[in-house]
């Protein structure tokens, strides 16, 4: 009976050392893990160099003058579904470049963050917006951190300009 109760007490004994050098190693690996690095991209700038002059069924986007260019830019993740629009329109664009100085840079920091850049005509109001040309933007695929970024829409024969800083 002393024997059994000994040999389990043993056993327990030997448990829970097991169990301590686990914990004590499963701590070790999760406090030698890399530090998550930082990443942050702002777009500071956009410039539009290039726009088709006519719309997706090959018609000019104002029938007298040129189309009255905004951007509007999503972004895939919630919190941020628009962020921008900008009210600053340029009307009647007959040539570009054009360009919009951000007066609030968009920041991205998380790395599955992707955005879309719309750049629209303007017709009146916001039931007659035309789409001219979306272009995709997704900062964690630009691993060497450029300061100017070329993105193009090869369908629309579209191409603009993003100026970023990366921290
Ligand atoms: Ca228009």
New binding site residues.
């Given amino acids: 009976m002393f024997v059994s109760i000994l040999a389990r007490m043993v056993n327990t004994l030997k448990m829970c050392k097991l169990l301590l050098g686990l914990l004590i190693s499963y701590f070790f690996i999760i406090g030698c893990k890399e530090p998550k690095e930082r990443f942050s991209c702002t777009i500071n700038k956009i410039t539009i160099q290039s726009m088709p002059d006519t719309n997706y069924f090959g018609i000019y986007?104002?029938s007298l003058d040129g189309?009255?260019v905004f951007m509007l830019i999503v972004s895939n993740l919630p919190r941020n579904t628009v962020l921008q629009n900008t009210s600053e329109r340029f009307e009647n664009t007959t040539s570009y470049p054009i360009s919009w100085d951000l007066k609030r840079p968009i920041l991205v920091t998380d790395r599955s963050e992707k955005l879309s850049v719309h750049v629209c005509?303007?017709?009146?109001d916001a039931l007659h917006i035309?789409m001219m040309a979306c272009f995709e933007f997704n900062p964690s695929e630009f691993p060497d951190h450029p300061l100017l970024i070329n993105l193009e829409n090869k369908q629309r024969g579209a191409r603009i300009l993003l100026e970023v800083k990366w921290e």
């Fill in positions: 986007w104002d189309p009255d005509d303007f017709d009146g035309e």
